[in-house]
């Protein structure tokens, strides 16, 4: 049964409504939704801090022999920013609408191990800030108070004493190692939500997809985190105790490094697409008013890409120069795992076809994401082809292919998710009009972004180069993808001003706003502390439909 | 709107046969697997890494099969076993009797693998910076011998409150996890004493 959790014990004498107090009662918490929003929070924080490095650096590559920023400064802004974005953006957003919609979509009162949550989210914030710290205290070879340039993948020997001096490296290990703790504690967490915690008749076969889905993510994140931090571990120990793993004069193999990484991290990137396919997959059928199409496929196809997610890793290396059978079976396994990739968009799609479709804005973000994930996953099988991938390893081709898969669609997947519950998490709406200025000037620049980085990579525009000499033909498409920026830098304004209006004044959303069919939408907006007065029994995978619907329940079809 | 109280969803399904897992058993089996994940790293270093050595010394000249140590760790899982099913039994004074023993069986191993360590530093200067078989070796047991500290800590402090009277029959389901991850961390030993001592020798 799941039993009335631990609740915040906050002290009667707490003045309601005094700063102060406030603090203390946010600071203190083991409410999961408060542990989501401010998951949230922190993630949208490290989202600006990311983007204006993102911007920074687009600023730098606009323009052939551009000297706004320096060689070095180059190499820690992309560093920073794509460990920033994987990990201080991506996973907390992750464990952030984990937290909050698991134990509402499940209809429990809280999740299996409250502090845990708690330490959790801490343990990540920490993180963050020891990594961020770096710039203040990371000695480096020219003075003190630099950041980590080894690439968000730290490649070795780069990474070793030798070439790396200083303390910038320990921070970018360190601090990550000590995020992915606060990562694994909360995935264990949602894992024992997930099967213990589930209200009467909450069967796994009725279970709403998005709780599906971050169950095989955080089964995911089980599996592929803690081989990132054993690598974290040896290379500390390399560098600080003097051993040998990654050394290459002293027997050591770069190599390893490569293949420890992308275990965790082909892994990775999936755990981050994941909380999108499930947003995806609850918004598009509410707002085509019918129930998903195949629902055992998208969570069978699911499970499917968490096993095969787990050998695919080595495609990251085909230009390393392994054995030609060794590609040959990573090629393979690649090109495999675009299947069950495939039969969710085919799912998605049928959803919507024949609907009665509205285009709010939480739909308008599934379409694009839709659109882009596509293009990603195309992309994807030509780099997963290794003769292919041998011409445009490295090059702003792979740049343009993952960020359609991480900002095309993860951040487009979660926009979608926050237009559509944010009614329930603030009990009030965003507004229409600013999310359509959102959502436009953002697909827009997005596309213009990042469109043209495929053909400067088949120009062959190498990555991570802080500047190009003119004549070669980039010129007009980096100014293009520059230009992008500005337009997706505006559209976040909209976000970011919709977000404090619709706090302060935004239309009252009432229980169920868009007329859904999960259990979140059965209680109030927000919802009280115990999320339910009575714990809810359930018949079907649709129980809010079986409510509204008495004499045409679901139940009577399965 | 209407269904502010949210009701029950229906009621005609009686909450009477649902009976989930047990979110601690599902808590510290995932920890387990994450656990086991992080151990899969090492090994794989470690065999990576065999013969590898570009000076020695190498595993075959300076490892002893650690028996003593060995045979004291497995059979603790036996002890704890045993423990625990005193424990069901309501007898305390039978488990706490158990309980030390497994204790005791722990800290022997702990000593007798610093034993190793200190002949493996002081005579045959085996340390984590001579080789790649030095820091694979002291990785990977270290990184086993860390987590028999931790059991080992959590193992002293059950036996610590049960003899100052906390009532520990009540914690069957607590000390039941423990004891999982007590056999997790010899059945990492299985693992480890196999790739170090018999396939890496
Ligand atoms: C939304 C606007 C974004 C812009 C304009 C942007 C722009 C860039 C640029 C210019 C680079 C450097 C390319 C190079 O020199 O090689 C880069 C690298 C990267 N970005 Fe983004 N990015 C954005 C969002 C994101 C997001 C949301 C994520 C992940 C969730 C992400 C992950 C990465 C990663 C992993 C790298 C590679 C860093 C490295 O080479 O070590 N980016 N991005």
Redesign the pocket.
């Known amino acids: 049964m799941a039993s009335v959790s631990h609740h915040l014990d906050v002290p009667e004498s707490q003045p309601e409504s005094s700063l102060s107090g406030n603090m203390y009662r946010w600071v203190s918490t083991v409410d999961h939704k408060r542990l989501g929003l401010l998951y949230a929070m922190a993630a949208l924080l490290f ?1 600006v801090i ?2 204006t490095q ?2 920074l ?2 600023m730098q ?1 606009a323009v052939p022999n551009n000297h706004l920023i320096s060689p070095a400064m ?1 190499n820690r ?3 920073m ?3 920033t ?2 990990f201080l ?2 996973m907390p957003l992750l464990a952030g609408f984990a937290n909050y919609l698991v134990p509402l979509m499940i209809g429990a009162r809280d999740m299996a191990f409250p502090r845990l949550n708690a330490f959790g989210f801490w343990v990540f914030l920490f993180g963050g800030l020891l990594l961020y710290y770096s710039y203040i205290g990371g000695g480096a070879l020219y003075g003190s108070g630099s950041a980590p340039d080894v ?3 730290a490649n070795a020997p780069l990474t070793e004493n030798a070439f790396s001096r200083g303390t910038s490296t320990d921070y970018w290990s360190l601090g990550i190692l000590v995020s992915g703790l606060g990562s694994v504690a909360s995935a264990i967490n949602v894992i024992a939500t997930v099967f213990s915690m589930r209200c009467p008749g909450m069967t796994l076969a009725r279970m709403p997809i998005f709780v599906w889905l971050m169950l095989v993510d955080s089964w995911m994140i089980l599996i592929a985190l803690p081989p990132l931090s054993a690598a974290q571990i040896m290379l500390t120990l390399d560098r600080h105790v003097g051993a040998r793993f990654f050394d290459t004069q002293a027997g050591g193999s770069a190599l390893l490094w490569q293949h420890f990484f992308w275990i965790f991290g082909h892994p990775e990137v999936y755990i ?1 697409i994941f909380p999108a396919f499930g947003t995806v997959s609850e918004v598009i059928p509410v707002f085509s008013r019918k129930p998903i199409f195949g629902r055992q496929a998208v969570v069978a196809a699911a499970v499917a890409i968490g096993f095969i997610s787990t050998s695919v890793w080595a495609h990251h290396m085909f230009a390393v120069g392994l054995s030609s059978v060794t590609n040959t079976f990573f090629a393979a396994s690649t090109l495999l795992i675009a299947i069950p990739t495939g039969i969710k968009v085919f799912n998605w799609i049928a959803t919507m076809y024949g609907g009665k479709l509205r285009f709010e804005v939480p739909m308008l973000f599934c379409c694009a994401f839709l659109f882009q994930f596509v293009v990603a996953g195309l992309t994807g099988v030509m780099l997963g082809v290794a003769p292919f991938n041998f011409q445009l390893h490295d090059s ?1 081709f792979v ?1 343009g292919h ?2 359609f898969t ?2 095309g669609g ?2 487009f997947g979660m926009f979608a998710g926050i237009y559509y519950w944010f009614p329930k998490a603030t009990g009030r709406m965003l507004g229409q009009q600013a999310g359509r200025w959102h959502f436009w000037l953002f697909c827009i620049g ?1 596309n213009l ?1 990042f469109l043209p980085m495929h053909v400067m990579g088949f120009l062959g525009m190498p ?4 500047t190009y000499a003119p004549g070669r033909g980039w010129e007009v498409w980096n100014m293009m993808a520059s230009i ?2 500005a337009f ?1 830098i505006v559209g976040l304004l909209f976000f970011f001003y919709n977000v404090i209006r619709s706090l302060r004044s935004g239309p009252l959303a009432g229980d169920d706003p868009w007329d859904a069919w999960t259990l979140e939408w059965s209680t109030t907006s927000p919802p009280p502390e115990y999320n339910f007065e009575t714990i809810p029994v359930v018949r079907s995978s649709r129980p809010l439909w079986d409510l509204k619907h008495p004499n045409d329940p679901d139940w009577r079809y399965g | 709107m209407a269904y502010t109280a949210s009701p029950p969803l229906d009621a005609t399904t009686a909450a009477t046969e649902w009976k989930p897992p047990d979110r601690g058993t599902v808590g510290i089996a995932s920890f387990i697997v994450a656990e086991t994940a992080l151990f899969a790293i090492f090994v794989a270093a470690y065999l990576f890494y065999l013969g590898k050595s570009l000076n020695g010394p190498y595993p075959r000249d300076v490892l002893t099969v650690p028996v003593t140590a060995t045979i004291c760790l497995l059979s603790s899982s036996g002890t704890i076993v045993m423990a625990e099913r005193a424990l069901q039994r309501h007898q305390t004074g039978p488990f706490r009797l158990w309980w030390m023993l497994t204790t005791a069986l722990a800290a022997i191993f702990l000593v007798m693998t610093g034993m190793e360590w200190w002949k493996l530093i002081r005579h045959d200067h085996l340390t984590v910076s001579t080789n790649c078989f030095g820091s694979t070796y002291y990785g990977l047991v270290g990184l086993h011998a860390s987590h028999v500290i931790v059991g080992l800590f959590f193992l002293t402090l059950v036996l610590l409150v049960s003899f100052r009277g906390f009532p520990i029959t009540t914690q069957e389901r607590r000390i039941k996890l423990l004891s999982w991850y007590w056999h997790f961390v010899d059945a990492v030993w299985v693992v480890v004493f196999t790739v170090v001592y018999v396939i890496g020798r």
């Open positions: 989202f990311g983007g993102a911007t650096m687009r590559l180059y802004l992309f560093t920013h794509g460990t974005m994987v953006v991506g690439g968000w993948f981050l702003y740049v993952f960020h991480l900002v993860f951040i997005f972004t990555r991570r180069i802080y992008g920026v997706q």
